[in-house]
């Protein structure tokens, strides 16, 4: 099936400092997304980048088809940030995704 | 913002009892999506539908069913409930297909212990 590796699974940071969330995925796709989950709650889109470099705010994402990669920045994290990032690998047309197993992130004031 | 709204949101039921998550799509979208979230195991697609009268199988499947008598519908059935069978589940439409987005919108979760 889909293998899809995310990577750290867990980073605590400074407030202020920047993070670089990783996933790999193992075969081809239609696209990435990336999901922020609060503790304890729901999962929010926050990007859906079949390929290039796409951007909100402090948040950018970029995806490396031919090095089956994606990635998310998070620059000057606030403590807000907090919670655990998810990728997913989009794939049979867009109907299905794959998870990663989430990267959780603490930002400390 | 797209709206998917599960219910219930808290659930226990006993061992061999039957148990219906429902979930409400006001997205007009035409794929849903059941799945688990497990500690170790992150997010497992049990069902989806391409739309009304229509589900398929997702990648673990075995003890569940799921029904869509409608576009806005889309409910998970765990005939037998077993204590394997305790943990969050989410629901998710998706705006995938023709000029659609590809983005999935999940509703709040329902969080399911079996005794």
């Known amino acids: 099936g889909q293998q899809v590796q995310q990577s750290p699974a867990s980073l605590v940071l400074q407030e202020g400092e920047n993070a670089e969330l990783q996933c790999n995925f193992s075969?081809?796709?239609?696209?990435m997304q990336w999901f922020y989950q609060r503790p304890g709650g729901s999962l929010v889109s926050l990007f859906y980048n079949p390929s290039g470099t796409k951007h909100s705010g402090r948040l950018t994402s970029t995806t490396v088809i031919k090095e089956r990669r994606s990635s998310l920045h998070i620059s000057s994290s606030q403590t807000t940030d907090s919670g655990t990032y998810l990728c997913?690998?989009?794939?049979?047309?867009?109907?299905?995704?794959?998870f990663g197993g989430g990267t959780r992130l603490t930002v400390r004031p | 913002e797209a709206a998917v709204t599960q219910s219930p949101r808290n659930k226990v039921a006993v061992t061999g009892g039957k148990v219906t998550l429902s979930c409400n799509q006001t997205?007009?979208?035409?794929?849903m999506y059941w799945y688990r979230q497990d500690t170790g195991h992150g997010l497992r697609l049990i069902h989806y539908?391409?739309?009304?009268?229509?589900?398929e199988k997702g990648d673990i499947p075995d003890g569940y069913k799921a029904s869509r008598p409608s576009q806005e519908n889309f409910s998970l059935i765990l005939e037998l409930a077993t204590p394997s069978q305790t943990s969050v589940y989410f629901c998710?439409?998706?705006?995938?297909?023709?000029?659609?987005?590809?983005?999935?919108?999940f509703g709040e979760g329902s969080k399911l212990t079996v005794l």
């Open positions: 539908s391409y739309g009304a009268g229509s589900t």
């Open positions: 998710a439409s998706g705006d995938v297909g023709g000029r659609g987005t590809g983005q999935l919108y």
């Open positions: 997205n007009n979208h035409n794929n």
């Open positions: 997913a690998l989009v794939y049979n047309a867009g109907a299905k995704l794959t």
């Open positions: 075969t081809s796709l239609n696209s």
